[in-house]
Protein backbone atom coordinates (compact mmCIF):
# COMPACT_ATOMS: atom_id res chain seq x y z
CA UNK A 1 0.00 0.00 0.00
CA UNK A 2 2.81 2.60 0.57
CA UNK A 3 3.95 2.22 -2.81
CA UNK A 4 0.35 2.24 -4.39
CA UNK A 5 -0.38 5.58 -2.07
CA UNK A 6 2.47 7.20 -3.10
CA UNK A 7 1.37 7.70 -6.87
CA UNK A 8 0.17 11.17 -6.87
CA UNK A 9 -2.51 9.74 -9.16
CA UNK A 10 -3.99 7.16 -6.39
CA UNK A 11 -7.15 8.13 -5.33
CA UNK A 12 -8.61 4.89 -2.68
CA UNK A 13 -8.03 1.31 -1.65
CA UNK A 14 -10.60 -0.56 -0.74
CA UNK A 15 -9.53 -4.64 0.56
CA UNK A 16 -11.35 -7.22 -0.52
CA UNK A 17 -14.26 -5.61 -2.57
CA UNK A 18 -15.50 -8.26 -4.68
CA UNK A 19 -15.90 -12.13 -5.00
CA UNK A 20 -14.93 -13.83 -7.80
CA UNK A 21 -17.23 -16.66 -8.18
CA UNK A 22 -15.12 -19.79 -9.64
CA UNK A 23 -16.38 -23.38 -11.28
CA UNK A 24 -14.56 -26.82 -10.67
CA UNK A 25 -13.05 -28.16 -13.69
CA UNK A 26 -16.65 -30.55 -13.81
CA UNK A 27 -18.29 -27.11 -13.93
CA UNK A 28 -19.39 -27.09 -10.21
CA UNK A 29 -19.13 -24.33 -8.08
CA UNK A 30 -15.60 -23.96 -6.45
CA UNK A 31 -14.83 -21.67 -3.31
CA UNK A 32 -15.02 -18.49 -4.34
CA UNK A 33 -12.07 -16.07 -4.94
CA UNK A 34 -11.44 -12.83 -2.67
CA UNK A 35 -8.51 -10.60 -4.73
CA UNK A 36 -6.89 -8.09 -1.84
CA UNK A 37 -7.80 -4.60 -3.06
CA UNK A 38 -9.04 -2.74 -5.45
CA UNK A 39 -7.62 0.48 -6.25
CA UNK A 40 -8.44 3.44 -7.52
CA UNK A 41 -7.17 6.50 -9.95
CA UNK A 42 -8.03 10.05 -9.33
CA UNK A 43 -7.28 10.29 -13.13
CA UNK A 44 -9.89 8.26 -14.71
CA UNK A 45 -7.62 5.40 -15.41
CA UNK A 46 -8.87 1.93 -15.33
CA UNK A 47 -8.79 0.81 -11.48
CA UNK A 48 -6.88 -1.87 -9.81
CA UNK A 49 -7.72 -5.35 -8.22
CA UNK A 50 -4.75 -6.42 -6.98
CA UNK A 51 -3.48 -9.74 -5.61
CA UNK A 52 -0.02 -9.91 -3.34
CA UNK A 53 1.34 -12.84 -3.02
CA UNK A 54 4.91 -14.47 -2.05
CA UNK A 55 6.83 -15.59 -4.68
CA UNK A 56 7.55 -18.99 -3.75
CA UNK A 57 4.06 -19.51 -3.03
CA UNK A 58 3.16 -18.32 -6.86
CA UNK A 59 5.68 -21.59 -7.45
CA UNK A 60 4.10 -23.71 -5.08
CA UNK A 61 0.70 -23.50 -5.60
CA UNK A 62 0.74 -22.45 -9.41
CA UNK A 63 -2.31 -24.66 -10.45
CA UNK A 64 -4.69 -23.31 -7.66
CA UNK A 65 -3.55 -19.98 -8.24
CA UNK A 66 -3.59 -19.97 -12.19
CA UNK A 67 -7.17 -20.36 -12.32
CA UNK A 68 -8.10 -17.92 -9.86
CA UNK A 69 -5.77 -15.70 -12.10
CA UNK A 70 -7.48 -15.90 -14.80
CA UNK A 71 -11.04 -15.94 -13.30
CA UNK A 72 -9.77 -12.78 -11.54
CA UNK A 73 -9.02 -11.11 -14.82
CA UNK A 74 -11.95 -12.09 -16.39
CA UNK A 75 -13.73 -10.45 -14.09
CA UNK A 76 -11.78 -7.52 -14.25
CA UNK A 77 -11.72 -7.06 -17.44
CA UNK A 78 -15.63 -7.26 -18.13
CA UNK A 79 -15.88 -4.30 -15.85
CA UNK A 80 -13.22 -1.97 -17.46
CA UNK A 81 -10.31 -3.06 -14.61
CA UNK A 82 -6.75 -4.15 -14.75
CA UNK A 83 -6.11 -7.34 -12.77
CA UNK A 84 -2.49 -7.55 -11.33
CA UNK A 85 -0.75 -9.73 -9.41
CA UNK A 86 2.56 -8.10 -7.32
CA UNK A 87 5.49 -10.50 -5.51
CA UNK A 88 7.66 -9.04 -3.04
CA UNK A 89 10.42 -9.59 -5.39
CA UNK A 90 8.45 -5.80 -7.41
CA UNK A 91 7.45 -4.66 -4.18
CA UNK A 92 10.50 -4.73 -2.06
CA UNK A 93 13.67 -1.99 -2.94
CA UNK A 94 14.62 1.20 -2.46
CA UNK A 95 11.58 2.88 -3.67
CA UNK A 96 9.80 1.26 -0.32
CA UNK A 97 13.02 1.61 1.89
CA UNK A 98 12.50 5.25 0.73
CA UNK A 99 8.81 5.84 1.36
CA UNK A 100 8.98 3.62 4.63
CA UNK A 101 12.08 5.62 6.27
CA UNK A 102 10.15 9.01 5.27
CA UNK A 103 6.49 8.20 6.51
CA UNK A 104 6.80 9.67 10.09
CA UNK A 105 8.48 12.65 8.66
CA UNK A 106 5.72 13.63 6.49
CA UNK A 107 3.45 13.39 9.30
CA UNK A 108 5.62 16.18 11.23
CA UNK A 109 4.62 19.48 12.73
CA UNK A 110 6.26 22.21 9.97
CA UNK A 111 8.97 24.46 11.25
CA UNK A 112 8.86 27.05 8.62
CA UNK A 113 11.75 29.06 9.35
CA UNK A 114 13.93 25.94 9.57
CA UNK A 115 12.44 24.86 5.91
CA UNK A 116 12.80 28.24 4.41
CA UNK A 117 16.01 27.97 5.26
CA UNK A 118 16.19 23.76 4.04
CA UNK A 119 14.48 25.18 0.97
CA UNK A 120 16.83 28.37 0.59
CA UNK A 121 19.96 25.89 0.51
CA UNK A 122 18.64 24.08 -2.27
CA UNK A 123 16.93 26.45 -4.44
CA UNK A 124 20.21 27.16 -6.63
CA UNK A 125 20.36 24.05 -8.32
CA UNK A 126 20.93 19.88 -7.10
CA UNK A 127 22.25 19.51 -3.78
CA UNK A 128 23.18 16.68 -1.36
CA UNK A 129 21.06 16.40 2.00
CA UNK A 130 25.11 16.73 3.75
CA UNK A 131 25.52 20.26 1.91
CA UNK A 132 22.37 20.79 2.99
CA UNK A 133 22.90 20.29 6.28
CA UNK A 134 26.29 21.99 5.97
CA UNK A 135 24.87 25.10 4.37
CA UNK A 136 21.92 25.61 6.69
CA UNK A 137 24.22 24.54 10.00
CA UNK A 138 26.50 27.32 8.68
CA UNK A 139 23.81 30.09 10.04
CA UNK A 140 24.17 28.89 13.17
CA UNK A 141 21.39 25.89 13.27
CA UNK A 142 22.20 22.56 14.88
CA UNK A 143 22.76 20.17 12.57
CA UNK A 144 20.80 17.89 14.48
CA UNK A 145 17.56 20.27 13.43
CA UNK A 146 18.24 20.29 9.73
CA UNK A 147 17.54 16.55 8.58
CA UNK A 148 14.18 16.32 9.82
CA UNK A 149 13.14 19.28 8.05
CA UNK A 150 14.99 18.20 4.87
CA UNK A 151 13.43 14.22 5.49
CA UNK A 152 9.90 16.00 6.22
CA UNK A 153 9.74 18.49 2.78
CA UNK A 154 11.22 15.49 0.73
CA UNK A 155 8.54 13.29 2.27
CA UNK A 156 5.97 15.77 1.37
CA UNK A 157 7.48 16.40 -2.26
CA UNK A 158 8.27 19.77 -2.00
CA UNK A 159 12.24 18.81 -2.24
CA UNK A 160 12.61 15.86 -4.70
CA UNK A 161 14.75 13.07 -4.76
CA UNK A 162 14.80 9.95 -7.04
CA UNK A 163 12.43 7.53 -5.10
CA UNK A 164 14.50 4.08 -7.18
CA UNK A 165 17.56 4.81 -5.58
CA UNK A 166 18.56 4.43 -1.83
CA UNK A 167 18.36 7.61 0.24
CA UNK A 168 21.98 9.14 1.66
CA UNK A 169 23.33 11.78 2.75
CA UNK A 170 25.27 11.90 -0.96
CA UNK A 171 21.87 11.25 -2.88
CA UNK A 172 20.88 13.90 -4.96
CA UNK A 173 18.05 16.70 -3.82
CA UNK A 174 16.17 19.52 -6.04
CA UNK A 175 14.03 21.60 -5.43
CA UNK A 176 11.19 22.09 -8.90
CA UNK A 177 11.78 25.59 -10.72
Given at each position: ??????????????????????????????????????????????????????????????????????????????????????????????????????????????????????????????????????????TGVSPDD????????????????????????????????
Open positions: MALVRSDPDFLSFNAQPVVVLMTKSDGRPARPYRPDGLVQWKSGKPPWLVEVKYRKDCAGQWRVLRRKFRAASDFAVARGWVFKVFTEDRIRGPLLQNLQFLEDYGRRRARPKLEKLVRSAIASGESTPADVVAAVASVLPSLWRLIARRVVHIDFGVKLTMASTVWIEP
